[in-house]
């Protein structure tokens, strides 16, 4: 389900994010292991702008699955509340919160 979430949130992910929550996004995805040191410089050195390096890593997660899309919608919620409301991701009181009982545990205040 959390893949179908991205999948639905893209457009406004790629215009939204800045470098910041990107940087922090791909240290997150290399640390948890849904991105390896290759693919995280991929994002990171061949795209030119915040936008293409946020297009690139948001299919890169989708690619990768729900648990992946997971992860990256959980960084998010913790380290960019701005970007999550952006986003409309849950804050404790989504219709779609039942995401594995995860946003229970991770709330963006």
């Given at each position: 389900m959390a893949d179908k979430v991205l999948k639905e949130k893209r457009r406004?992910?790629?215009?939204?994010?800045g470098p910041g929550t990107i940087n922090g996004l791909l240290?997150?995805?290399l640390e948890k292991r849904v991105l390896?040191?290759?693919?995280?410089?991929?994002v990171r050195d061949e795209n030119a702008t915040v936008m293409d390096k946020a297009r690139a890593l948001i299919d890169a997660v989708i690619r990768k699955g729900p648990q992946a899309?997971?992860?990256?919608?959980?960084h998010?919620?913790?380290d960019d509340?701005?970007?999550?409301?952006?986003?409309?991701?849950p804050s404790g009181?989504?219709?779609?919160?039942?995401?594995?009982l995860l946003?229970?545990?991770?709330p963006c205040a």
């Open positions: 406004q992910f790629i215009r939204s994010v240290d997150e995805l390896n040191q290759e693919e995280m410089e991929k899309s997971r992860i990256f919608i959980m998010i919620c913790n509340c701005h970007l999550a409301q952006t986003l409309e991701l009181k989504g219709p779609w919160l039942r995401l594995e946003y229970s545990l991770y």
